[in-house]
């Protein structure tokens, strides 16, 4: 049935993560995961015969984790929590699966599809979304086959699916995805996340700034709340390196960018230091003008130290002192996400936490011409 679905499966898998695939069917989306370069891929079929295909599937495959049953009972007992998550468990009965079908068995394939399942059925696959939060990362990406049905706020993808040789049956079907941010699944993320550094730069960077740091501590009470901040700064040395790795990646579709020229922050946590809710953006300036910050990178440079979690929230106006999301970022990660956002960082309790902040104005910025 399904002839083109790459483009939903690259964004599922993104990440290059922890994946749950949930119907194994044709095996198209387990091939592409597995493709992809997955750090795992875990499967749930509840049919004997698709199961059985799944193991010999899985012969000589690293990494690939199968389980027997309905995902319903099989979810709670995972213990385990994924990047992304792809449900398509809608079937007939006696499908066969087979990518060689005969133009009416295409057809009854798709007379299938475009009838309605038992209320029963149909209760137990909507209910997957609450199971999903019991086994999701933040910004874990969930996608449903059947999710445009009953949710509209997602995110869509127009893919082409394969019904036969009949041009009277359509070849678009709209597949939808959310990702789980604060404890619910949410058409946006709170912030981007790319993996840049490696593990050696990173050292070099603490090595060449941690002997220049000063304390800064300042505190202030905002609608009856004490927001501090504890860390020591110093103005980040030039790192040509550094630089490359970011033109090359975040800043790929820009004209090159100086790295002297932009604010950049080395900073250091000791115990019992962080900082609260900060917002970035130069106060007096229109969101739009020239100086005002557009972006901010936030790159973790260590993590051999413990609390110092980053708590990343929606945009400022929208006042929402509960939703948030929660990270503790890996070495070498981006975090990316506006000015105006609340970030903070919750305070060290044991170690040293090292971070660099990189703050982009409206004028940083000059696209490539085409």
Same mark, same amino acid.
């Given at each position: 049935?399904?002839?083109?679905?790459?483009?939903?499966?690259?964004?599922?898998?993104?990440?290059?993560?922890?994946?749950?695939?949930?119907?194994?069917?044709?095996?198209?989306?387990?091939?592409?995961?597995?493709?992809?370069?997955?750090?795992? =891929?875990?499967?749930?079929?509840?049919?004997?015969?698709?199961?059985?295909?799944?193991?010999?599937?899985?012969? +000589? $495959?690293?990494?690939?984790?199968?389980?027997?049953?309905?995902?319903?009972?099989?979810?709670?007992?995972?213990?385990? $929590?994924?990047?992304?998550?792809?449900?398509?468990?809608?079937?007939?009965?006696?499908?066969?699966?087979?990518?060689?079908?005969?133009?009416?068995?295409?057809?009854?394939?798709?007379?299938?599809?475009?009838?309605?399942?038992?209320?029963?059925?149909?209760?137990?696959?909507?209910?997957?979304?609450?199971?999903?939060? =019991?086994?999701?990362?933040?910004?874990? !990406?969930?996608?449903?086959?059947?999710?445009?049905?009953?949710?509209?706020? /997602?995110?869509?993808?127009?893919?082409?699916?394969?019904?036969?040789?009949?041009?009277?049956? &359509?070849?678009?079907?709209?597949?939808?995805?959310?990702?789980?941010?604060?404890?619910?699944?949410?058409?946006?993320?709170?912030?981007?996340?790319?993996?840049?550094?490696?593990?050696?730069?990173?050292?070099? =960077?603490?090595?060449?700034?941690?002997?220049?740091?000063?304390?800064?501590?300042?505190?202030?009470?905002?609608?009856?709340?004490?927001?501090?901040?504890?860390?020591?700064?110093?103005?980040?040395?030039?790192?040509?390196? /550094?630089?490359?790795?970011? %033109? $090359?990646? !975040?800043?790929? %579709?820009?004209?090159?960018?100086?790295?002297?020229?932009?604010?950049?922050?080395?900073?250091?946590?000791?115990?019992?230091?962080?900082?609260?809710?900060?917002?970035?953006?130069?106060?007096?300036? &229109? /969101?739009?003008?020239?100086?005002?910050?557009?972006?901010?990178?936030?790159?973790?440079? %260590?993590?051999?130290?413990?609390?110092?979690?980053?708590?990343?929230?929606?945009?400022?106006?929208?006042?929402?002192?509960?939703?948030?999301? =929660?990270?503790? &970022?890996?070495?070498?990660?981006?975090? !990316?996400?506006? &000015?105006?956002?609340?970030?903070?960082?919750?305070?060290?309790? $044991?170690?040293?936490?090292?971070?660099?902040?990189? +703050?982009?104005?409206?004028?940083?910025?000059?696209?490539?011409?085409?």
């Amino acid at each position: 049935m399904q002839k083109d679905f790459t483009k939903v499966f690259d964004i599922i898998s993104e990440t290059k993560g922890d994946i749950l695939d949930v119907g194994f069917g044709w095996g198209i989306s387990a091939d592409h995961f597995y493709s992809n370069g997955v750090k795992s =891929l875990t499967i749930i079929e509840k049919r004997k015969d698709v199961y059985e295909k799944a193991l010999k599937w899985a012969e +000589g $495959k690293q990494n690939v984790h199968l389980h027997f049953g309905d995902w319903i009972d099989i979810i709670p007992s995972l213990n385990k $929590k994924f990047d992304g998550i792809y449900m398509d468990t809608i079937s007939p009965k006696n499908e066969n699966f087979s990518r060689n079908k005969t133009k009416e068995e295409y057809e009854k394939v798709w007379e299938f599809y475009h009838t309605s399942i038992s209320k029963e059925e149909w209760e137990q696959y909507q209910s997957f979304e609450d199971y999903a939060k =019991l086994i999701s990362k933040e910004n874990c !990406i969930l996608c449903i086959f059947e999710y445009t049905k009953f949710r509209k706020d /997602l995110n869509t993808e127009s893919l082409q699916v394969y019904w036969g040789n009949d041009l009277s049956i &359509p070849r678009k079907h709209d597949i939808g995805f959310t990702y789980y941010v604060g404890g619910e699944f949410r058409k946006n993320k709170f912030y981007e996340s790319k993996q840049l550094l490696t593990e050696n730069l990173c050292n070099k =960077l603490i090595k060449d700034n941690k002997n220049n740091l000063k304390f800064v501590e300042a505190e202030k009470e905002i609608d009856g709340i004490l927001h501090q901040r504890k860390f020591n700064y110093t103005k980040l040395k030039y790192n040509s390196e /550094l630089e490359e790795i970011l %033109n $090359k990646s !975040i800043f790929s %579709n820009y004209k090159k960018v100086d790295l002297k020229n932009l604010w950049c922050g080395f900073i250091e946590y000791n115990e019992g230091e962080g900082y609260d809710r900060h917002v970035e953006t130069i106060k007096g300036l &229109p /969101l739009d003008d020239s100086e005002q910050y557009n972006t901010l990178y936030d790159l973790t440079l %260590n993590d051999d130290y413990e609390g110092g979690e980053v708590e990343v929230f929606d945009e400022w106006y929208k006042n929402d002192r509960d939703t948030f999301s =929660l990270v503790k &970022p890996k070495v070498g990660e981006c975090l !990316i996400y506006k &000015p105006y956002q609340h970030v903070t960082y919750r305070k060290v309790t $044991k170690n040293k936490k090292y971070q660099i902040l990189i +703050g982009v104005t409206n004028k940083d910025l000059n696209k490539k011409l085409i």
